[in-house]
């Protein structure tokens, strides 16, 4: 009797213990179903709560397809699904945008939606207007569903840019309803491309593993002698672009040979060039500024002779350019070498790749593109040239290039994005003047803007590590 009340009681522990590990066991796929649960059900609360079923339903759809698509056991299917529908989702916010239809755009928030966080977070914000559904769908888009499954692919960053820029040309249109007119959007494409320009060639530095600092004080040096030249001389349209070209691209040569061949880190170097060529360019300058500035430069300036279709040709011009090195960046044996350089130059000197030959090309590239941004920054400003130009270009094409996706220890970036991080950079500071904010302002927001995308870059990193 006792062995059989013994065995019984032996034999209630294993139960118990059994079923203790099956509801442990069962533990993530009951979590599953309950975040599943509050995905649909806060969704459809808060359309019914606010009035806005339609949009209730099109939201809770799209939170369980974003949850569906960051839950690891289906990364494999749902990654596909959640590049497709993230990029759908861009495309369809810059269709949108333009053609001012906020009915295409609530369709295609139904595709992605809003997290459970964004569904919770609209209680709070009171009563919605017609955008509601809008600006929960471009917040959406913005948001990495899956961040390990972009980790090797290049446009993830290039999505997140472009659903961020969306979200903040919807909200400076809501606020500021002239911010989408042509006198509006122009000046910003004409502003975008000196720094996008100049982020090309910073890109394939940074890629390399190096930094160049002076560009700043490289533009002024080409930005005064082109200047000089135009009112003295008064050279042609080429001439002038040929000169700021050549001047720029001896400036980048100094760079290289020093970086190079000198085997210092290029952070140094360049800040001291840095210096070197502010005192250049205050010794062409004189004592004063340049005044009585033709307007031979028109082609590349805010004016109608600036402009084909509507489209600023400073901006065009930066646009084939970007385009041309994303193809030698990726669809070349050399574009394919700066990777290499900047990812372990030790290795890439024993594969044959020469290494010192890259970081001056690199470094040249960048300057022959300093020179022709100087043009476009001569164009942008009036018959005076002060001397102030080029001053903290270097920090805005840096953050241009960071926020873009470039990794700053090399090995890795995209030029593509970097035209991106400019364009987002200049949307911030244009903003924030026609809100009548601060413009100390701007530089927050783009600091906040440096942060998230090192952050995004260090998860990359971490994600490529756990693979």
């Known amino acids: 009797m006792r062995a059989t ?50 949009e209730g339903v099109q939201a809770a759809l799209g939170s369980f397809v974003a949850l569906y ?15 497709a529908a993230l990029l759908l989702a861009a495309v369809t916010a810059l269709g949108t945008v333009v053609a001012g239809s906020v009915l295409a755009t609530c369709v295609a928030g139904g595709v992605v939606g809003a997290s459970v ?30 961040p390990g499954a972009w980790a090797s692919r290049g446009t993830g960053q290039e999505i997140v840019l472009v659903g961020v820029i969306a979200l903040l040309w919807v909200a400076l249109w809501l606020s500021t309803p002239a911010f989408m007119t042509g006198g509006s959007i122009q000046p910003l494409l004409v502003a975008t491309a000196p720094v996008a320009l100049v982020g090309v060639g910073m890109t394939i530095v940074i890629i390399t593993g190096g930094i160049d600092v002076s560009v700043g004080a490289a533009i002024m ?38 970086i190079a061949y000198g085997r210092v880190h290029a952070i140094i170097i360049t800040f001291g060039t840095a210096n070197l060529f502010l005192f250049l360019g205050l010794q062409i300058f004189g004592s004063g500024t340049v005044n009585g500035i033709p307007g031979t430069l028109g082609f590349f300036g805010r004016g109608p002779d600036g402009r084909t279709l509507g489209i600023p040709h400073a ?29 372990d130059a030790q290795a890439a000197r024993l594969a044959g790749v020469r290494v010192q030959r890259r970081v001056l090309l690199a470094y040249v590239l960048t300057g022959l593109l300093v020179g022709l941004a100087s043009c476009f920054v001569i164009a942008q400003g009036t018959s005076t040239l002060d001397q102030s130009v080029g001053s903290g ?28 991080g400019a364009l987002l950079v200049q949307s911030v500071a244009s903003g924030v003047t026609q809100l009548g904010w601060s413009s100390q302002l701007s530089d927050l927001f783009v600091g906040i803007f440096i942060i998230v ?14 693979r």
């Open 315 to 343: 901006f065009l011009i930066t646009l084939l350019i970007t385009a041309a090195a994303w193809w030698y960046l990726r669809h070349t044996a050399g574009g394919r070498h700066f990777f290499a350089v900047g990812g």
């Open 453 to 466: 995308a090192v952050g995004a870059d260090l998860l990359r990193a971490r994600a490529r590590r756990s």
């Open 5 to 54: 009340d013994g065995g019984g009681g032996i034999g209630a522990t294993r139960a118990r213990r059994s079923a203790a590990r099956l509801w442990a066991s069962t533990r993530p796929r009951r979590w599953r179903a309950v975040r599943a649960g509050a995905a649909i059900a806060i969704p459809l609360v808060t359309g019914a709560v606010l009035g806005h079923v339609a």
């Open 221 to 258: 040096v080409c930005s005064v002698l082109t200047a000089k030249l135009l009112v003295d001389a008064e050279v042609s349209l080429g001439m002038a672009v040929l000169v700021a070209v050549l001047a720029g691209g001896l400036l980048g040569l100094v760079n290289g040979v020093l």
């Open 117 to 146: 966080t964004l569904g919770a977070l609209a209680l709070r914000v009171g009563p919605p207007r017609e955008y509601f559904v809008l600006l929960v769908f471009l917040i959406a888009t913005a948001l990495p569903v899956d």
């Open 393 to 420: 270009k270097e920090l805005a094409v840096i953050a241009a290039v960071v926020i873009g996706g470039t990794s700053i220890m090399g090995g890795r970036g995209s030029v593509l994005g970097t035209l991106l």
């Open 69 to 83: 698509a960051s839950d690891a056991p289906y990364r494999r299917r749902a990654r596909r699904l959640a590049e």
